[in-house]
């Protein structure tokens, strides 16, 4: 079965500061979609940044980058001048495999992120 | 503008009862699913649907229900045989397999009484 990790539970930042959430995936596929979705305290599910695998460029959106590492199967999220408002959990979550049928994506366990002003 | 809407927001279930929380979206995705959220902790699927009239059992489906008569709306049923119902339930649809991932609804949180 295809698993998505986040091996942090929680992360702590000071105020315009950068914090990295690391994300390892497992799938047999070449091409695939990996996701971060923000999760406020309102528990709105939010999507922060998309990275296809075919694509060599890392995504960026603003002060969100990731740093895709194909072969390593490795995905993480770099917030960059970390603000109040980044304070949430964070899911990493993979699209499933071809052969598989729809799009039931894989999510991580998430990552709390503390922000301190 | 199109989305996903959840409701109630709130929502009280009595001991042994059946209780339904609604979903419906206008974005004209064919996928819809049914997530459940315990305090600190991560999404597990209970049902999804990729098409209508077609649902599958998720990684918790046990005293839970749910119906796909029409493309937009996914109502999902917490009977009385889910023991432990209280949690914050998330809904989603997507369009298929690509980039534009999930798009989520607001969430109901269910509390037994």
């Known amino acids: 079965a295809q698993t998505v990790t986040q091996s942090q539970p929680e992360m702590s930042v000071q105020e315009a500061e950068t914090v990295t959430l690391s994300c390892t995936y497992d799938?047999?596929?070449?091409?695939?979609?990996l996701f971060w979705y923000k999760q406020p305290p309102s528990r709105q599910m939010i999507l922060v940044i998309r990275q296809e695998a075919y694509k060599q460029q890392n995504a960026t959106e603003n002060r969100f980058s990731v740093n895709f590492q194909k072969a390593a199967k490795s995905f993480s999220l770099k917030i960059s001048d970390s603000q109040l408002g980044d304070a949430a959990m964070y899911f990493c979550?993979?699209?499933?495999?071809?052969?598989?049928?729809?799009?039931?994506?894989?999510f991580g366990g998430g990552t709390r992120v503390l922000v301190k002003p | 503008d199109g989305g996903i809407t959840q409701s109630p927001k709130y929502l009280f279930r009595k001991e042994g009862q059946n209780v339904t929380l609604s979903c419906e979206q206008n974005?004209?995705?064919?996928?819809m699913y049914w997530y459940r959220q315990d305090p600190g902790q991560g999404l597990r699927l209970i049902y999804y649907s990729q098409i209508v009239n077609d649902f599958q059992k998720g990684d918790i489906a046990e005293g839970y229900s749910v119906s796909r008569e029409k493309k937009e709306s996914f109502p999902l049923t917490v009977t009385s045989a889910q023991k432990n119902p209280t949690a914050f339930y998330l809904c989603a649809s997507s369009i298929g397999r690509g980039p534009d991932g999930y798009t989520f609804g607001s969430g109901t949180r269910l509390t037994v009484v």
């Open positions: 979550a993979s699209t499933p495999p071809r052969k598989a049928a729809g799009n039931k994506l894989t």
């Open positions: 799938t047999s596929e070449s091409d695939y979609y």
């Open positions: 974005l004209n995705h064919d996928a």
